[in-house]
């Protein structure tokens, strides 16, 4: 999810530089489907299944469903067909749709290997942030300066909340907990905390989940608090629109944090594994804590630190992101 936000920008530099008459058509995994939607230059959204279709190879019904997607990529004579994320399952769909192809170098991609399959390579600093990374990718691509200004999403706020047809008078925080990797897993002691932080300003907490395993952290988390509500699993746009509506959103390093920012919600990301210059939530008020430990950020999905840390946490580089310090934070964007 975090991957397709970032794109945002760049699609909204294109619109600039082409005086709008420029749109995009965008393949993209299933469940995300919705979210490319809400940009004002994309087209048609094309759903592929890659994570799916990989536990089915040789499935009659992957096989029906991927001649289907073959057939809607060759139906158009594009300009570009443009690779976004440079890995080898991104570029060999490239080979679908009629049209250059186009993407990074071999130097510049995640996966060096994706580069064999474009006929147009792009040279872009691995070492920036994601968001520029497209923005750069594109304005070479298309041929176009690359624009000075600060990112525009073109997403707003009012767009889900109007969508539900009213707006919530409600005054509470998200806490987005949930993520992939358990290194990026803020402890689940500090969101209690946290939470009765927030409960003594007067706040309600909105906490979701979307697998067994965070639904038991969202419980274990309401249970120590009268103020905290557990959500069912909501689909993304209905997300958006709980996000939009909330006072400020607390985040770990994942999707719905990039989300929130770039809805220009109140948003306090918390990053210990991972690098926030690198894939740091951006929004006009977003506010990144890092942890301050030896070996943080160390980019990895297994916490391998084998020293004594102050307090109990883990991983153990989180002891420098307290919730105190998370809450000041969080009055600093109220």
Not at 8 to 36: H, K, N, R, Y
Request: charged residues 15%; aromatic residues 10%; hydrophobic residues 45%.
């Amino acid at each position: 999810m975090g991957d397709i936000i970032h794109t945002f920008p760049a699609l909204t530099d294109a619109g600039c530089a082409f005086s709008q008459m420029v749109t995009f058509d965008w393949v993209v995994e299933e469940a995300f489907a919705d979210i490319p939607r809400w940009h004002p230059l994309v087209q048609k959204v094309i759903p592929v299944a890659l994570r799916r279709w990989r536990k089915g190879v040789f499935s009659h019904q992957t096989w029906i469903e991927w001649r289907r997607l073959h057939k809607q990529l060759h139906e158009q004579d594009y300009d570009l067909v443009l690779d976004a994320q440079g890995l080898v399952k991104s570029a060999f769909l490239t080979f679908s749709a009629k049209g250059v192809r186009a993407g990074l170098d071999w130097g510049s991609a995640r996966e060096a290997l994706a580069s064999l399959a474009y006929q147009r390579k792009c040279t872009v600093n691995f070492y920036q942030h994601a968001v520029i990374r497209m923005r750069s990718l594109f304005a070479q691509a298309l041929g176009y300066p690359l624009p000075e200004c600060a990112p525009d999403f073109s997403l707003t706020r009012q767009q889900f909340t109007l969508a539900a047809g009213k707006q919530s008078t409600e005054n509470y925080l998200v806490f987005l907990h949930g993520t992939t990797w358990a290194t990026k897993q803020w402890p689940e002691a500090y969101w209690i905390q946290l939470a009765e932080l927030a409960a003594r300003a007067g706040y309600r907490v909105k906490i979701s989940a979307s697998h067994p395993d965070e639904m038991e952290r969202a419980l274990g988390i309401a249970q120590q608090s009268t103020t905290v509500d557990v959500m069912p699993n909501l689909g993304i746009a209905e997300m958006a629109h709980l996000l939009a509506n909330a006072s400020v959103a607390v985040s770990v390093d994942t999707g719905l944090g990039h989300l929130a920012a770039a809805l220009n919600v109140p948003t306090v990301s918390i990053y210990g594994s991972t690098n926030p210059a690198f894939t740091g939530a951006l929004g006009q008020k977003s506010i990144h804590l890092a942890a301050d430990f030896p070996c943080a950020p160390c980019l990895s999905r297994i916490c391998t630190y084998q020293g004594s840390a102050t307090g109990a946490a883990s991983p153990a580089c989180y002891t420098t992101v307290k919730p105190a310090h998370v809450w000041a934070a969080v009055l600093s964007v109220i």
